[in-house]
């Protein structure tokens, strides 16, 4: 964008509805020398941009905030001075994610708003380190603003989990067009999350709680590209150093159905990233989710520009042990050769409270890889995972059956895999179904 065109341009629209702009502030000379002629110019060399602290001069962006807590010891006022920090874009979670896991550990401490906590030396001693820590990081942070885009530019997200949390952080690469010289990489974004307290234990696990991550980075993608106007063609990479993460995300036929959703949600919102493993000394994800000292963090290269291998040529990159595919073919060709899938519904006529019903006959011929008809038989099994399009099947079965043989339809089913009629209904189903 032509900047001076753009300050003239939307001088004249704002002027036409009689409203008047009436400061202008930029890093560039040029723009401010036309500007100063409108006599509308920002001389202050520090401009603050939705919470966040521009330095015009250095073109940095840092943090405003100045922690405020009121001296007490009680969860009210850690949740206060926690959240004085405003930090949209992730630059410092690491830090913050500390703040929200003392602050958990309040919550399981099962203490109210207002209970005082002073007589525990060590709850005090761990949120006064953690002050400490957030003002030095809020203090001395401070990131170059400037970022390039491109057409070679990539995205680069890195996940990770721990047994108590889990976040992502994106990075913008630039590669170099010369081989023998080093690209630019920089942390545009980052979010960590705490692991739930009141969840399933089964899905706490930390290969769930990576997944979750990678979901969560996956998510990040879009709002990148949309803020800096980043072409979806652009090269988008998914590292996370769990590979039963990236066998999940290649796999065509996931029986878990909170993995399913999750692998789903992921291609979808990332439909051409490429997937790659990354050892863990090389993951900054792991950076969100393990404690470290604030000196090491504020002058840590890991975590403000990503590996260091990632700069240099592609080539040189971790070799991948394993090539893992994003978007795997729907079914191995060792087991089905053909393109074409037949699928055939249940014949079945039975009596129901004096009427008679006859099920739809359909047999239905579509190759494998072109889209479902809206009115087909097969748009159910499209709309719903298979396991719950199986068991809503199993109870219309179950009804047409006890129907026809006038059985007490108010008999309770049980469960409908471990019954006798269940486990052949469902055994059935399977073997007439390709999904």
Same mark, same amino acid.
């Given at each position: 964008?032509? !900047?001076?065109?753009?300050?003239?341009?939307?001088?004249?629209?704002?002027?036409?509805?009689?409203?008047?702009?009436?400061?202008?502030?930029?890093?560039?000379?040029?723009?401010?020398?036309?500007?100063?002629?409108?006599?509308?110019?920002? &001389?202050? $060399?520090?401009?603050?941009?939705? *919470?966040?602290?521009?330095?015009?001069?250095?073109?940095?962006?840092?943090?405003?905030?100045?922690?405020?807590?009121? &001296?007490?010891?009680?969860?009210?006022?850690?949740?206060?001075?926690?959240?004085?920090? #405003?930090?949209?874009? *992730?630059?410092?979670?690491?830090?913050?994610?500390?703040?929200?896991? #003392?602050?958990?550990?309040?919550?399981?401490?099962?203490?109210?708003?207002?209970?005082? #906590?002073?007589?525990?030396?060590?709850?005090?001693?761990?949120?006064?380190?953690?002050?400490?820590?957030?003002?030095?990081?809020?203090?001395?942070?401070?990131?170059?603003?400037?970022?390039?885009?491109?057409?070679?530019?990539?995205?680069?997200?890195?996940?990770?989990?721990?047994?108590?949390?889990?976040?992502?952080?994106?990075?913008?690469?630039?590669?170099?067009?010369?081989?023998?010289?080093?690209?630019?990489?920089?942390?545009?974004?980052?979010?960590?999350?705490?692991?739930?307290?009141?969840?399933?234990?089964?899905?706490?696990?930390?290969?769930?709680?990576?997944?979750?991550?990678?979901?969560?980075?996956?998510?990040?993608?879009?709002?990148?590209?949309?803020?800096?106007?980043?072409?979806?063609?652009?090269?988008?990479?998914?590292?996370?150093?769990?590979?039963?993460?990236?066998?999940?995300?290649?796999?065509?036929?996931?029986?878990?159905?909170?993995?399913?959703?999750?692998?789903?949600?992921?291609?979808?919102?990332?439909?051409?990233?490429?997937?790659?493993?990354?050892?863990?000394?090389?993951?900054?994800?792991?950076?969100?989710?393990?404690?470290?000292?604030?000196?090491?963090?504020?002058?840590?290269?890991?975590?403000?520009?990503?590996?260091p291998w990632l700069v240099g040529p592609s080539q040189k990159w971790p070799t991948q042990q394993?090539?893992?595919?994003?978007?795997?073919?729907?079914?191995?060709?060792?087991?089905?050769?053909?393109?074409?899938?037949?699928?055939?519904?249940?014949?079945?006529?039975?009596?129901?409270?004096?009427?008679? $019903?006859?099920?739809?006959?359909?047999?239905? !011929?579509?190759?494998?890889?072109?889209? $479902?008809?809206?009115?087909?038989?097969?748009?159910?099994?499209?709309?719903?995972?298979?396991?719950?399009?199986?068991?809503?099947?199993?109870?219309?079965?179950?009804?047409?059956?006890?129907?026809?043989?006038?059985?007490?339809?108010?008999?309770?089913?049980?469960?409908?895999?471990?019954?006798?009629?269940?486990?052949?209904?469902?055994?059935?189903?399977?073997?007439?179904?390709?999904?």
């Open positions: 964008i032509n !900047m001076c065109n753009f300050f003239t341009e939307s001088t004249k629209v704002m002027e036409s509805g009689s409203f008047q702009l009436r400061q202008w502030s930029s890093n560039s000379q040029k723009l401010m020398q036309k500007v100063k002629s409108f006599n509308v110019q920002n &001389d202050d $060399i520090v401009v603050k941009v939705l *919470g966040i602290v521009w330095n015009t001069v250095k073109d940095t962006l840092s943090f405003g905030t100045v922690l405020k807590w009121d &001296d007490s010891f009680c969860k009210r006022s850690v949740l206060a001075a926690s959240n004085s920090v #405003f930090d949209p874009m *992730g630059f410092i979670a690491p830090v913050c994610m500390q703040n929200k896991l #003392f602050l958990q550990k309040l919550w399981k401490l099962d203490l109210s708003w207002e209970t005082d #906590f002073s007589n525990d030396t060590v709850l005090t001693a761990e949120w006064r380190n953690l002050l400490s820590d957030c003002s030095t990081a809020v203090q001395s942070v401070a990131i170059p603003r400037e970022l390039k885009v491109d057409k070679n530019t990539e995205l680069h997200v890195f996940c990770d989990a721990s047994a108590t949390s889990y976040g992502a952080c994106i990075y913008i690469l630039n590669p170099s067009p010369n081989p023998n010289s080093r690209g630019n990489c920089k942390l545009v974004f980052a979010k960590g999350k705490i692991k739930p307290k009141n969840t399933v234990d089964s899905d706490n696990t930390i290969p769930k709680l990576e997944l979750t991550a990678m979901l969560v980075g996956a998510k990040l993608v879009k709002t990148i590209q949309n803020a800096l106007s980043i072409d979806e063609q652009n090269t988008v990479f998914l590292w996370s150093d769990a590979t039963v993460v990236l066998q999940w995300l290649s796999s065509p036929d996931i029986d878990s159905a909170y993995v399913h959703r999750r692998v789903v949600a992921i291609r979808e919102a990332c439909p051409g990233a490429i997937l790659m493993h990354v050892c863990s000394k090389d993951n900054p994800a792991d950076i969100i989710t393990r404690t470290i000292q604030i000196k090491k963090f504020i002058t840590n290269d890991l975590w403000w520009h990503g590996p394993v090539q893992y595919n994003l978007h795997p073919p729907l079914y191995s060709p060792q087991s089905i050769n053909a393109n074409v899938a037949i699928v055939e519904a249940f014949n079945t006529s039975f009596h129901y409270k004096d009427r008679s $019903i006859q099920t739809l006959v359909q047999v239905s !011929m579509i190759d494998r890889y072109s889209e $479902i008809h809206e009115t087909s038989f097969l748009k159910f099994f499209n709309t719903y995972d298979f396991r719950r399009s199986m068991r809503v099947l199993i109870l219309v079965f179950r009804l047409a059956h006890s129907s026809k043989y006038h059985q007490n339809l108010k008999k309770p089913y049980g469960n409908i895999y471990t019954s006798p009629l269940g486990k052949y209904q469902f055994a059935k189903l399977k073997a007439i179904l390709i999904m």
